[in-house]
C-alpha cells in the first residue's frame, strides 16, 4: 500500500509494527521507490489536512 502511496511512511511503519529505520531498510531491500512530495503536493495536502 505504501508503493501504491495509499499511505504515509509512518503509518506504514505503524502497520508493520516497525520503526521508521526497519522499514526504510525493507523499502531499499525491497526496491520500492520511496515517493517524494514537491512543496505544492506538501501545500495541497496540507490545506487538505486543515481545511475542517
Known amino acids: ?7 504515509s511512511i509512518g503509518t506504514a511503519c505503524e502497520l ?3 520503526n521508521r ?3 526504510l531498510d ?3 531491500r525491497e526496491e ?6 514537491t512543496p505544492e503536493d506538501l501545500e495541497v495536502e496540507f ?4 481545511a475542517n
Open 26 to 28: 525493507l523499502v531499499e
Open 32 to 37: 520500492v521507490n520511496l515517493k517524494t512530495q
Open 47 to 50: 490545506r487538505q489536512l486543515t
Open 21 to 23: 529505520y526497519v522499514f
Open 1 to 7: 500500500m505504501y508503493q501504491a502511496v495509499k499511505l
Open 16 to 18: 508493520a509494527g516497525v
